[in-house]
């Protein structure tokens, strides 16, 4: 499992390092090109048959497209990264929501299906613990350095 791990956060970087072109001085002209070619576009179709989609996508702050995908009272954010074949689902609900094993099953149901069609497309669907290791030092455009905000943004998901 760790070499597993080891090996993906290596091809995570040095695919990181090709969209980036340098981690000191990162370029992000890549961005705006890839927002409007949007190479997940056959993905969201896929994902609209069975969900309601909401774009949050912010091309200035984040380097990934957002989504609020929904189904009957349950939410998730589903974020694509612009720098590879990387996603993030996090399931979103209400703070105070307590989930009885009926709901709990029935959303864990629904996620399956999201992982379906996005593994079927080639996509990795990153855990919340690969998300948060660390890739490269911290500078003047890196925070933390973090998976996350390498693929996605530099705004927490996790807190």
């Not at 001085?25 to 609209?48: C, D, G, M, Q, W």
């Not at 998730?76 to 612009?82: D, I, K, T, Y």
């Not at 720098?83 to 307590?98: C, D, H, P, T």
């Not at 990153?126 to 693929?151: C, H, M, R």
Request: glycine share 2%.
């Amino acid at each position: 499992m760790v070499e597993k791990m080891s090996e993906l956060l290596s091809c995570i970087r040095e695919e990181a390092l090709r969209r980036y072109h340098s981690f000191d001085e990162p370029n992000f002209s890549f961005v705006e090109k890839t927002h409007a070619r949007n190479p997940y576009i056959n993905i969201l179709n896929s994902l609209e048959r069975e969900f309601d989609l909401d774009e949050n996508t912010d091309v200035n702050d984040d380097v990934c497209f957002s989504y609020f995908l929904s189904k009957s009272q349950w939410s998730w954010l589903l974020q694509l990264s612009m720098v590879g074949r990387y996603s993030i689902l996090k399931f979103v609900s209400e703070a105070n929501l307590s989930l009885d094993i009926e709901h709990q099953i029935e959303v864990r149901k629904i996620e399956q299906s999201i992982s379906e069609v996005l593994i079927e497309n080639g996509i990795v669907i990153l855990s919340k613990e690969i998300a948060q290791e660390v890739l490269v030092p911290e500078n003047e455009f890196w925070d933390d350095g973090t998976v996350y905000q390498l693929l996605f943004s530099d705004l927490e998901l996790f807190a």
